[in-house]
């Protein structure tokens, strides 16, 4: 009997090839898309009044309005960490030398691992996170080894009340090398660096992503007075204040990956109830058109 050979098509191993390479390009555009989030960059704005809400896979950068960052650092790092000796790997125009830092802004969060990384294309980014509750450590980011621990909770102005906002101040004196941590009415003890620091003069903070929000950031290019840092904590009792470098009312950021941009939680308190409520002119028994959440005006009365 005579057997018959039944023979694959000859277009099998052509289907088979395309699927393969289909599969191939579909692997690596799922990596690309897992390692590297699409980025939002927006023009100078003022953002008084304004809170962002982040996630864990979200990220912001800010900036001044008339600083455009060549490269972002979520994306390449212009430098390593491989020993306390580290230099940058591209080139840099030395900026004009400052007598320090400050860094001041109001935040609420939860899984915290790092709350900002200041200057992070720099020659020298400074990072720093928070350790225990109410403790922060603070780097420079090449000099992995050598960090210093703050823990401000030496109450130092008695008339500065409550707040929902978690409200920090760092500065840095480059002229006499130390550095102190303020978080509302308390303060650190001042501590001498473990290497001289001259800050690289790059005006862009970056924060990593974290649950919770974040609000008035504001960067100086000197260290703040204790006074500067009072008005800074009791949102402006004695004049306005404004970042030397950065401010949160003319300001420039770069989003990623998840981010919300909305009205601070005081300035949604202080909107009256919709008119579909309440008729114009009056308000419900027993209640107010607005409410605080801290008292805030009563001290600027008293001083």
Not at 68 to 80: E, G, H, I, Q, V
Not at 146 to 161: T, V
Not at 194 to 213: C, H, K, L
Request: glycine fraction near 6%; proline fraction near 9%.
């Amino acid at each position: 009997m005579r057997m018959i050979m039944k023979s694959r098509p000859p277009y099998v191993p052509i289907v088979m090839a395309v699927m393969s390479a289909l599969a191939v390009t579909a692997a690596t555009t799922t990596t690309r898309r897992t390692t590297a989030w699409p980025t939002t960059e927006t023009p100078g704005r003022s953002l008084n009044g304004k809170m962002f809400t982040m996630s864990l896979n979200g990220g912001i950068s800010f900036f001044p309005p008339n600083y455009s960052p060549t490269s972002y650092p979520w994306a390449t790092r212009p430098y390593t960490t491989t020993g306390p000796t580290t230099r940058p790997t591209t080139p840099w125009t030395t900026a004009p030398a400052t007598r320090g830092v400050s860094v001041c802004l109001r935040y609420l969060a939860d899984d915290l691992s790092s709350l900002f990384t200041l200057s992070p294309s720099g020659r020298s980014p400074l990072q720093l996170s928070p350790n225990n509750v109410g403790s922060y450590s603070l780097r420079v980011v090449q000099y992995r080894y050598d960090s210093l621990y703050f823990s401000p909770n030496l109450r130092f102005w008695s008339n500065i009340g409550p707040d929902i906002w978690t409200r920090v101040c760092l500065t840095v004196d480059s002229m006499t090398n130390v550095a102190q941590m303020f978080s509302g009415p308390n303060i650190s003890v001042r501590k001498m660096l473990p290497f001289q620091y001259v800050w690289s003069g790059e005006p862009v903070i970056d924060f990593s992503g974290f649950y919770g929000q974040l609000t008035d950031v504001q960067i100086w290019d000197y260290p703040l007075h204790y006074r500067e840092v009072f008005n800074y904590m009791t949102s402006g009792v004695y004049a306005p204040y404004r970042g030397s470098v950065l401010s949160w009312s003319d300001i420039r950021y770069t989003l990623r990956g998840q981010t919300l941009l909305e009205d601070t939680y005081e300035w949604q308190a202080r909107q009256p109830i919709g008119s579909s409520r309440v008729r114009k002119g009056r308000r419900p028994k027993g209640g107010k058109k607005t409410q605080e959440f801290s008292n805030m005006e009563s001290q600027k009365e008293q001083l």
